[in-house]
């Protein structure tokens, strides 16, 4: 047996076990059986959960995901893994065909580079957060280069990833979107509803063309209404669509994290980060996708004041669900099991026999003390 930890409480993270026991054989999970061990290393209490996956961020640490560069990427991997990252979506932000033609070479390298022992986080492919998005909703995407959906760029973009395009945001309500959802579907590639002025029709009929998750859910997105609920609520009622939530508490408040988990459940809400390059700097003046951006007590703006991407590590998204009263269980489940499955891995983001040992250690206080990729001690 490759490693054992014994004396764990283990979070599946759909079941919980304690005291539990859990055995890694060949970078998979081998085993895991309530009681105790004697062999082994006893952890006396800790939590055993499954490595968190991030499908959503642009970027930490100054490095950034439209830079075009593999060993940005890769350095970027071994930073997310200090805050329980064990698989991630790089994820660029729109850009000149040139350019994100270079963001999918870099990931296409940087996956290449990994191999099967990453020495930090997986990089799983590409996620495009446009270009072919509303610019009415544009965020603080540059709307110079915003367009509209153009089958043969995409397949372009596509192949220069060595087919490692995993999702892609499309405004639904854009001329020539539905047939590009059905193609993009087709393919493999998973569209995610956002940065959209979409009715709750449009967003309706891009579920039914293929779309199955919605990017950063309530933000970029139409207000909620009573009488005009738009395309969030089409999400959160359409039991195929994984929606994507930034628990920062300041892109979304208290109240609202708590009505999306209550009617879309654990099983459809997946926990990303939207994290910038200025994510872990100090406050002060940055830059995004060629727009000035400024952060301030942690929070990142353009200068209209339109929030730019967060600052938040996935760590701290799942005890921000926690601290809002989601149950651990749950809370854990968003940030691996969905997201996972969300991106069709399914030996991702779960512990049970077969699996990769991609598993976390945390104290009670959901402070990550160890990290495993592939049963190897990486934190």
């Known amino acids: ?19 539990a026991t859990l055995e890694v054989r060949d970078g998979r999970i081998h085993r895991i059986r309530e009681g105790r061990s004697p062999k082994g290393e006893d952890l006396v209490g800790a939590l055993v959960v499954p490595g968190f996956v991030d499908l959503h961020i642009h970027g930490y640490r100054g490095f950034d995901t439209n830079s075009g560069d593999p060993e940005a990427l890769l350095s970027l991997a071994e930073v997310l893994a200090r805050f329980g990252v064990t698989a991630f979506l790089p994820t660029a932000v729109t850009a000149p065909r040139e350019g994100l033609l270079r963001a999918a070479e870099a990931v296409a390298e940087a996956i290449r580079a990994q191999g099967d022992r990453p020495r930090g986080a997986r990089v799983l492919g590409l996620h495009l957060e446009g ?71 449009q967003a309706e009929a891009a579920i039914r063309a293929g779309a199955r998750r919605a990017t950063h859910l309530f933000n970029a997105m139409p207000r909620v209404h009573h009488r005009d609920p738009g395309a969030a ?38 926990l990303v980060t939207d994290a910038i390059p200025a994510g872990g700097l100090p406050d002060g003046s940055y830059e995004l996708g060629g727009l000035p951006v400024e952060v301030k007590d942690g929070v990142a703006r353009l200068g209209n004041g339109a929030l730019a991407g967060s600052t938040l590590t996935m760590d ?33 983001g779960i512990l049970a026999p077969g699996a990769r040992a991609d598993f976390l250690v945390l104290d009670r206080e959901l402070h990550v003390q160890r990290l495993y990729i592939g049963g190897e001690r990486v934190l």
């Open 131 to 201: 270009p072919y998005i509303n610019p009415g909703k544009a965020g603080a995407q540059n709307r110079d280069f915003i367009r509209e959906p153009d089958w043969e760029e995409f397949l372009s973009i596509w192949k220069a990833s060595g087919g490692n395009i995993r999702a892609i945001t499309v405004a639904p309500e854009l001329p020539g979107a539905l047939p590009f959802i059905a193609k993009a579907s087709e393919l493999g590639v998973t569209v995610s509803i956002g940065h959209t002025e979409a009715t709750y029709e």
């Open 1 to 19: 047996m490759d490693l054992v930890l014994t004396g764990v409480e283990i979070y599946t993270p759909w079941e919980v076990i304690r005291p």
């Open 316 to 348: 701290r998204a799942v005890r921000n669900m926690v601290s809002i009263g989601v149950p651990l269980r749950e809370a854990l489940a968003m940030a691996t099991a969905v997201p996972a499955r969300a991106d069709h891995r399914w030996d991702l």
């Open 233 to 270: 609520v089409a999400c959160l009622l359409a039991s195929e669509v994984v929606a994507e939530l930034i628990a920062d508490l300041v892109h979304v408040s208290a109240p609202m994290l708590r009505l999306a988990w209550r009617v879309a459940g654990p099983e459809r809400i997946s």
